[in-house]
């Protein structure tokens, strides 16, 4: 008995900690009904290689993840950071360059920022403080998103 006690609860556990993580992965949610998912949580941590060839790694500070089958200019599902810790109606595009070239890269947007500055500053925040990537900001309507 204590046997098939132990091997169930194995099999809650697995069951769990699987959710838990294909969920955490595979967040959804939506922005005034356009569906985005989330592949990084505030909290959670970020790396990657930067186009120097250096390792990065980054704890994020916003939720970061793309509008789901809305595609950027870099043929990529468009970029989204949401500020987890407000909600708000104001959509902010950033348009970030290519950090070798100063030329347009992509846009990525910023939701649930109170203000342009709030949204600036919830972008730069994600990036290392000499960040050369930056080429603007705008307040933008639900519209020019699709």
Same mark, same amino acid.
């Given at each position: 008995?204590?046997?098939?006690?132990?091997? +169930?609860?194995?099999?809650?556990?697995?069951?769990?900690?699987?959710? @838990?993580?294909?969920?955490?992965?595979?967040?959804?949610?939506?922005?005034?009904?356009?569906?985005?998912?989330?592949?990084?949580?505030?909290?959670?941590?970020?790396?990657?290689?930067?186009?120097?060839?250096?390792?990065?790694?980054?704890?994020?500070?916003?939720? @970061?993840?793309? +509008?789901?089958?809305?595609?950027?200019?870099?043929?990529?599902? /468009?970029?989204?950071?949401?500020?987890?810790?407000?909600?708000?109606?104001?959509?902010?595009?950033?348009?970030?360059?290519?950090?070798?070239?100063?030329?347009?890269?992509?846009?990525?947007?910023? /939701?649930? +920022?109170?203000?342009?500055?709030?949204? /600036?500053?919830?972008?730069?925040?994600?990036?290392?403080?000499?960040?050369?990537?930056?080429?603007?900001?705008?307040?933008?309507?639900?519209?020019?998103?699709?």
């Amino acid at each position: 008995m204590i046997k098939w006690i132990l091997v +169930f609860a194995v099999l809650i556990a697995g069951w769990i900690g699987y959710n @838990y993580y294909y969920n955490k992965l595979d967040s959804k949610t939506n922005f005034r009904g356009l569906p985005i998912t989330i592949e990084h949580r505030k909290g959670d941590t970020k790396s990657g290689t930067d186009v120097f060839g250096n390792d990065w790694k980054k704890t994020m500070l916003h939720d @970061y993840g793309y +509008f789901d089958g809305i595609m950027g200019a870099d043929g990529q599902e /468009l970029d989204v950071y949401m500020n987890p810790n407000t909600s708000t109606d104001k959509i902010f595009r950033i348009t970030q360059l290519n950090v070798l070239t100063k030329e347009f890269d992509e846009y990525k947007i910023m /939701l649930n +920022f109170e203000s342009i500055d709030d949204a /600036l500053a919830g972008y730069l925040k994600n990036y290392p403080e000499d960040w050369k990537g930056f080429g603007g900001i705008e307040e933008i309507t639900l519209e020019e998103i699709k």
